[in-house]
């Protein structure tokens, strides 16, 4: 389908897009099911699903007071057909991007601008690569890509916004949207993949002796105390489940942050509407949960999200959030498992380097000079870090560890 074929617009929320035809977009794939009615399977990524950025909205976590307002970015056929769409906020402030531009909004205040509302292409408080253009199977992706990218732009001047930033984007796109003119970003996460171990022990084995022993040290002095771990998923996540996980997710948070994301019922919505694609990892000790950590199953990986805890003992972050990911990533036969941001120690625990990217459209010309110029100098530093720290990899030099 041509890009002068498609009507650009924006909605104020998801509930205004049919789920099936958003998970369409969104790397599902349209079945007919038995009552004749159109369903969509799961995208491959679980965070871009109908079923998680609704329960963003309707919960509260997005949307109202907390400078997120949804205005999603859709492109229809002329007979009404949904055939891309880019989930897209109007933001306030630059709170729970994980990609920090809160130096480029000082500056261009301090020299007279207005930095505030911007627009933002991404998942609210989820630091995941995924797909920011979702193109529904059989169009033409590039002409529909293309024609959102125009709309990103357009929006962005028409909501008198100074900038669209789209955030955690695969590198391909990330590339389409730089020979359009948008600036370039890189950072890095840390991340594990699965050589084909048959269990844990294979994995250890591919590491250096070191590091080895101190893996088994660590495990098992983060289980020393009576803690037992539980892996939760599906119908066995339950509201008190729920209700344990998110005590620790607000003390931690608060702790972190000051003010956690995400709402209780955020959770509750999730759990009704895609727990098949919910790990929670629980530690338990003396009867009662104690600490744990949510993670997100996606068709070939394993994404970390929130940890919390109400009791503190050695290196039990490191085996609910870490070696606990691998196992089950071994288990189910996941390639990947990404811990999230940051996180230089994840590297002595078999996660390595990757490149994370972004692409951003800043609409005053002497701010986009300057973050441009900025821009030359971080992507060396980002590239030359990722480079150096790969050296301190914990694998056997005759070991291929995978990553790029």
């Not at 205004?16 to 799961?42: E, L």
């Not at 199977?137 to 930033?165: F, I, M, N, P, W």
């Not at 607000?250 to 959770?267: D, N, Q, V």
């Not at 189910?332 to 230089?344: D, F, S």
């Amino acid at each position: 389908m041509a890009s002068d074929e498609l009507v650009l617009k924006s909605v104020s929320t998801l509930s205004a897009i049919p789920q099936a035809a958003w998970n369409a977009c969104a790397g599902g794939s349209d079945a007919a099911t038995g009552n004749g009615s159109s369903a969509a399977s799961a995208p491959a990524n679980p965070f871009v699903s109908h079923e998680f950025l609704s329960s963003l909205e309707e919960s509260g976590s997005v949307g109202g007071r907390t400078g997120w307002q949804p205005q999603h970015l859709i492109a229809e056929s002329k007979t009404g057909v949904l055939t891309g769409a880019m989930p897209c906020y109007v933001k306030m402030h630059s709170r729970g991007e994980y990609v920090f531009d809160a130096g480029w909004a000082e500056a261009y205040e301090r020299a007279g601008g207005q930095y505030y509302p911007k627009l933002q292409v991404s998942v609210p408080f989820t630091p995941a690569t995924g797909p920011r253009f979702l193109v529904r199977g059989g169009e033409d992706e590039d002409s529909v890509k293309d024609a959102l990218a125009k709309g990103l732009v357009a929006l962005t001047r028409q909501l008198d916004c100074s900038s669209a930033h789209v955030t955690f984007m695969p590198e391909d796109d990330y590339r389409r949207l730089g020979d359009m003119g948008y600036l370039q970003r890189t950072d890095q996460q840390f991340h594990w993949f699965n050589a084909g171990y048959a269990d844990f022990d294979a994995f250890l084995a591919a590491l250096s002796s070191r590091k080895r022993k101190v893996i088994r040290r660590e495990r098992a002095e983060a289980l020393a105390n009576g803690i037992t771990i539980d892996h939760l998923t599906g119908a066995d996540i339950t509201e008190a489940a729920w209700d344990a996980f998110f005590s620790f997710y607000i003390e931690t948070g608060s702790r972190k942050w000051g003010r956690p994301y995400l709402t209780r019922s955020f959770y509750s919505l999730i759990g009704e509407r895609m727990a098949d694609r919910v790990l929670l990892v629980m530690a338990r000790r003396n009867g009662r949960y104690i600490a744990g950590a949510i993670n997100f199953i996606g068709a070939d990986r394993l994404y970390g999200r929130n940890w919390g805890a109400i009791e503190h003992h050695p290196f039990l972050h490191f085996e609910v959030c870490y070696y606990q990911a691998i196992d089950y990533a071994i288990a189910h036969r996941l390639a990947v498992v990404e811990a999230g941001a940051q996180g230089e120690h994840k590297i002595a625990r078999g996660y390595l380097p990757q490149a994370t990217y972004s692409a951003h459209y800043i609409a005053d010309a002497g701010l986009r000079r300057a973050v441009a110029d900025y821009l030359v100098r971080e992507r060396a530093y980002v590239k030359a870090a990722g480079e150096e720290l790969a050296d301190y990899a914990p694998f056997r030099k005759d070991v291929s560890a995978g990553g790029t």
